[in-house]
């Protein structure tokens, strides 16, 4: 099972900047491609942003492109999200999850970490 860990959340004012984490304990990021997903309350969950392996091909939800940023450290096994100029929009519960081959999708992913909440608020 490719359960990963998410941390970095918090609460930041309008135009600020967080950093997410995504880490796997059992096994090697490095192999896999890995997308970032939100959620709020009373929506769905979505994709904001996926990288691949070895290629680093990158997409964005288009909600989030020029704000957002992935990337990887695959000899940290960490897998980041930079997120910059939030808006209150952006405040959802952020998951990670992990996929041979292709981007994960909502249906892809059978179990997800806890996630980590980002709350953008004045």
């Known amino acids: 099972q490719l359960q990963l860990v998410e941390s970095g959340g918090g609460l930041v004012q309008p135009g600020g900047s967080l950093r997410l984490s995504c880490t796997a304990s059992?096994?090697?990021?490095?192999?896999?491609?890995v997308g970032w997903f939100r959620q709020a309350p009373g929506k769905e969950r979505e994709r904001v942003s996926c990288?691949?392996?070895?290629?680093?091909?990158?997409n964005y939800a288009d909600s989030v492109k020029g704000r957002f940023t992935i990337s990887r450290d695959d000899a940290k096994n960490m897998v980041y999200l930079q997120m910059n100029n939030l808006k209150p929009e952006d405040s959802a519960v952020y998951y990670c999850?992990?996929?041979?081959?292709?981007?994960?999708?909502?249906?892809?992913?059978?179990?997800w970490g806890q996630g980590t909440q980002v709350t953008v608020s004045s």
């Open positions: 999850a992990a996929r041979p081959f292709v981007c994960p999708t909502l249906e892809s992913v059978q179990n």
């Open positions: 990288i691949s392996s070895s290629t680093y091909i990158i």
């Open positions: 059992k096994f090697t990021l490095a192999s896999y491609n």
